[in-house]
T-cell receptor, first 113, second 114 residues
Framework: DAKTTQPPSMDCAEGRAANLPCNHS???????VYWYRQIHSQGPQYIIH???NNETNEMASLIITEDRKSSTLILPHATLRDTAVYYC??????????????FGSGTRLSIRP | DAGVTQSPTHLIKTRGQHVTLRCSPI?????VSWYQQVLGQGPQFIFQ???????GRGNFPDRFSARQFPNYSSELNVNALLLGDSALYLC???FGTGGVDEQFFGPGTRLTVL
């Protein structure tokens, strides 16, 4: 079972910041928070990941609470092309963890013009 | 640079048939993982291979099998197809060395079983 809880859907106006929440209250110390998104009928696309510090890249920012039990993905200026299903995932690291990703149901983000 | 490639893009089979799906990882990546995504759900992990060895298996029946070749490409085989096997089959590649190992997904193969 997925270790994360996300709202099933959200919407945001174009040009505004989209803030996608995720709860991962059972996260372990060696588990990272990853975000992927999947645009209709395409493969999932990596967005960002973090352990405990906030992270930013050209696509998004990731804010992780101090207790690491929740996080927020921020798309600073949403466009219509950001319409997708967004998956929040927790993954352990290390050889024995392999690369297995356990996807939940994700959040369907709709950007309105 | 080429990303993960999968073939074919679409496939239609009938119940009881066999299917082989193919995946070529990103150059330099040694790990390939397979996922099944049924309509309306998130992808479900099927297999992971690293250096031609199986490193992980999801909760799928023995009708599903896979292998990895010396050039790190991979095949997913499904025997005795059922209607419920209709799905998008995704391949993901990574360096596979553990640690913070990002996976890059291909576009998928859409399998329809009639």
């Amino acid at each position: 079972d997925a270790k994360t809880t996300q709202p099933p859907s959200m919407d945001c106006a174009e040009g505004r910041a989209a803030n996608l929440p995720c709860n991962h209250s059972t996260i372990s110390g060696n588990e990272y928070v990853y975000w992927y998104r999947q645009i209709h009928s395409q493969g999932p696309q990596y967005i960002i990941h973090g352990l405990k510090n906030n992270e930013t890249n050209e696509m998004a920012s990731l804010i992780i609470t101090e207790d690491r039990k929740s996080s927020t993905l921020i798309l600073p200026h949403a466009t219509l092309r950001d319409t997708a299903v967004y998956y929040c995932i927790v993954r352990a690291t290390g050889y024995s963890s392999a690369s297995k990703i356990i996807f939940g149901s994700g959040t369907r983000l709709s950007i309105r013009p | 640079d080429a990303g993960v490639t999968q073939s074919p893009t679409h496939l239609i089979k009938t119940r009881g048939q066999h299917v082989t799906l193919r995946c070529s990882p990103i150059s330099g990546h040694k790990s390939v993982s397979w996922y099944q995504q049924v309509l309306g759900q998130g992808p479900q992990f099927i297999f992971q291979y690293y250096e031609k060895e199986e490193r992980g298996r999801g909760n799928f029946p023995d009708r599903f099998s896979a292998r990895q070749f010396p050039n790190y490409s991979s095949e997913l085989n499904v025997n005795a197809l059922l209607l419920g096997d209709s799905a998008l089959y995704l391949c993901a590649s990574s360096f596979g060395t553990g640690g913070v190992d990002e996976q890059f997904f291909g576009p998928g193969t859409r399998l329809t079983v009639l």
